[in-house]
């Protein structure tokens, strides 16, 4: 996943803030930071080590990495400890091309396949159970997928990276509806550029990565768009600033209903209210301990810990409120 950032011009940016007087664009952070814990990996292919870890999903007691240049699927206890691993690379059963983000549903998890063109259901203990989708653009099809969310009843939202769109399918990987025009890219609502991964919230309200538009889209449980936000208005302008992103690749939505945002170019997670307002951000570019190289994804554990996939860095990450 490649994109190039080109130098947005500061005069336009100004000129839009003068115009349009009393908008919050550079808000303070409202909570207290994280603090970072522990990390975890390096470059390599055995147990423990990754090649672009591009995927993350935590229950309780263990974490679920994309190790995805490696084609599986690694498993730690919450200190890091290596517990087992699943997959390698083809395109057979269990059988992984490129693994992104995941997503643990009624004790399965289920795997954004990219390569594969395919959302991959295995056991936790590493059991392939099922696959949904093919290759294509038509309804349940796909065009590398980066990111799955799952209801408590199996239904699916796919982010189709490639088709500009969400697909949301029943469990058997029906088609039921999309949001987005298949192959095209667009900076309005509804509409996508690339997105990367979903999230639901309890309620199923619908969070979308809407990676290079540098935004999340909000929709409700019966598919009515519901509000954006990322930069001014929210139509791909892109910067550093608290409330604004620099590729949005992976949501997570925590155990108090607070959006965790991976910020790729920004080197940083950033967390938001249900309503987009922003809360806190943490992390800065470097490869020292607390340091990321590109934040690709984000979990959260029930107990509120942030994991993190640290891409550049070949590791992963764990976070704890400052208060904790």
Partial sequence: MVRIICTL??????????????????????????????GWGQQGSEPGQFHDPTGIAVTATEVFVSDSRNARIQVFDHQG????????????????????NLVIQDHELYV?????????????????????????????EFNAPGGVAVTANGELYVADFYNHRIQHLEADGQFVEQWGTTGEVSIWAEQFNYPTDVALASDNTLYVADGYNDR????AANGTFQRKWGGPFALNIFGPFNGWFATVTSVDVGPEGNLFVADFYNHRVQKFTPRGEFLTAFGEEGDAPG?????IAVAVAPDGTVFVADYGNHRIQKWRPQSR
């Avoid at 990219?114 to 349940?140: A, C, E, F």
Wanted: aromatic share 14%; with cysteine; charged share 20%.
């Fill in 9 to 38: 011009s500061l005069f336009a940016v100004i000129g839009m803030i003068l115009v349009v007087p009393g908008c919050t664009w550079f808000p303070s952070a409202r909570e207290s930071g994280y603090r970072f814990v522990i």
């Fill in 81 to 100: 400890r290596f517990k087992r691993q699943f997959g390698s690379s083809g395109d057979g059963p269990g059988q992984l091309g490129r693994p992104m």
């Fill in 112 to 140: 954004a396949d990219y390569w594969n063109d395919r959302i991959q259901v295995y056991g936790l203990d590493g059991t392939p159970h099922r696959t949904v989708g093919k290759t294509g653009s038509g309804p349940g």
């Fill in 216 to 219: 999340i889209q909000v929709f």
């Fill in 291 to 295: 340091d990321f190289k590109h934040v």
